[in-house]
């Protein structure tokens, strides 16, 4: 069983920031990728920045430059600083930890959390 907990979700100011933080537990390989996603109103939902095992990390390109992804191997947990937010970036965000082994792909998901940016 595989838990994925999100929090730090918030309503801030135009040009703020905030840090959200995902923690997972259960039985978890540690070749996992965990990722954020986000999903606004009536749009679909869109990687917003992944990172391997190996601490490689890839961003959508709105948020380059501004976010960064960041994890805790031994919490397996993965952390998104958000910084010079835009209303742009409100959105609900999601956590999701996957891998790839010998029993075929595992994926999970979080119920994610809100963020609000004023404009």
């Known amino acids: 069983q595989v838990r994925i907990q999100e929090s730090g979700g918030a309503y801030v100011q135009y040009g703020g920031s905030l840090r959200v933080s995902c923690a997972a537990s259960g039985n978890i390989s540690h070749l996992a990728e965990m990722a954020w996603y986000r999903q606004a109103p009536g749009k679909q939902r869109e990687l917003v920045a992944s990172?391997?095992?190996?601490?490689?990390?890839t961003y959508h390109d709105s948020v380059q430059g501004r976010f960064t992804i960041s994890r805790d191997t031994s919490k397996n947990t993965v952390y998104l600083q958000m910084n010079s937010l835009k209303p742009d970036d409100t959105a609900h965000y999601y956590c999701?930890?996957?891998?790839?082994?010998?029993?075929?792909?595992?994926?999970?998901w979080g119920q994610g959390t809100q963020v609000t940016v004023s404009s």
């Open positions: 990172i391997t095992y190996l601490s490689f990390k």
């Open positions: 999701s930890v996957r891998w790839h082994d010998y029993s075929g792909d595992h994926a999970y």
